[in-house]
T-cell receptor, first 113, second 114 residues
Framework: KAGVTQTPRYLIKTRGQQVTLSCSPI?????VSWYQQTPGQGLQFLFEYFSETQRNKGNFPGRFSGRQFSNSRSEMNVSTLELGDSALYLC????????????FGSGTQLSVL | SQQGEEDPQALSIQEGENATMNCSYK?????LQWYRQNSGRGLVHLIL?????REKHSGRLRVTLDTSKKSSSLLITASRAADTASYFCATAPAGGTSYGKLTFGQGTILTVHP
C-alpha cells in the first residue's frame, strides 16, 4: 500500500495570502488528522476528520479550516496567513474507528514571509 | 497544549549503549504511543501500550507505563547510529471518540555516535 501523501512538500507564501494543503491517506483509512509542528510549540493537534465529518478540533483560530472528501482525501486551508503560521504541517491517517496508531505523511513545510 | 514533559530533552550516546527516554502526561489515557522523527520528516510509529498494560517489547524497544505516576519510559537497547532521531511520546485520551487526536510531548533528541 502507498503511504500517506502530502502535497506540496514545500510552500512559500506572504503574509495575508491563503494556502491549501492536501493529504491523501492510506487506502482504506477513513480517519485523517492534521498537526502543526513548530520549534517553539512542538506538535499541536489541528483537527481530525472521520468519514467526512470533523470529529475534533484543536485550539487554533478560525483561519485554520479543513475538510474531507468522500474518498477520504483531506485538505486544510489557512486564510490570512501570519508569520507565525510558518511550520511543518503533518497529516496522519488512521486504520479505523479505534484509537490505534497513526501513519504520518512527510509533511508540508510552509514558510510565510 | 502539550500533554506533558519528556526527559531528557537531548541524549548523546555511543553505538552499542542503551538509550532511555522518559515521558510524563497529565490526563487519563486510553493508550500511549512512541513515535520517531528524522529531521524534517514525518513521524513513524514505534510502539503502542494500552492503559491496562505495564510493559511491552518490540525488537530492541521496551516501553513501560505507570498510570499511577502518569509516566512512561522508552528503552532502546544496543543503539545504532541509524537510531539518531527525535523521539516523541503521544497520548490518546480516555473516553470520547478521539480517533486521531494525540497529544504529543516535546520530544527527546537522540544522537548515537558511531
Amino acid at each position: 500500500k502507498a503511504g500517506v501523501t502530502q502535497t506540496p512538500r514545500y510552500l512559500i507564501k506572504t503574509r495575508g495570502q491563503q494556502v491549501t494543503l492536501s493529504c491523501s491517506p492510506i487506502s482504506g483509512h477513513r480517519s485523517v488528522s492534521w498537526y502543526q509542528q513548530t520549534p517553539g510549540q512542538g506538535l499541536q493537534f489541528l483537527f481530525e476528520y472521520f468519514s467526512e465529518t470533523q470529529r475534533n478540533k484543536g485550539n487554533f483560530p478560525g483561519r485554520f479550516s479543513g475538510r474531507q472528501f468522500s474518498n477520504s482525501r483531506s485538505e486544510m486551508n489557512v486564510s490570512t496567513l501570519e508569520l507565525g503560521d510558518s511550520a511543518l504541517y503533518l497529516c496522519a491517517s488512521g486504520e479505523g474507528g479505534s484509537r490505534e496508531k497513526l501513519f504520518f505523511g512527510s509533511g508540508t513545510q510552509l514558510s510565510v514571509l | 497544549s502539550q500533554q506533558g514533559e519528556e526527559d531528557p530533552q537531548a541524549l548523546s550516546i555511543q553505538e552499542g549503549e542503551n538509550a532511555t527516554m522518559n515521558c510524563s502526561y497529565k490526563t487519563s489515557i486510553n493508550n500511549l504511543q512512541w513515535y520517531r522523527q528524522n529531521s524534517g520528516r514525518g513521524l513513524v510509529h514505534l510502539i503502542l501500550i494500552r492503559s491496562n498494560e505495564r510493559e511491552k517489547h518490540s525488537g530492541r524497544l521496551r516501553v513501560t507505563l505507570d498510570t499511577s505516576k502518569k509516566s512512561s519510559s522508552l528503552l532502546i537497547t544496543a543503539s545504532r547510529a541509524a537510531d539518531t532521531a527525535s523521539y516523541f511520546c503521544a497520548t490518546a485520551p480516555a473516553g470520547g471518540t478521539s480517533y486521531g487526536k494525540l497529544t504529543f510531548g516535546q520530544g527527546t533528541i537522540l544522537t548515537v555516535h558511531p
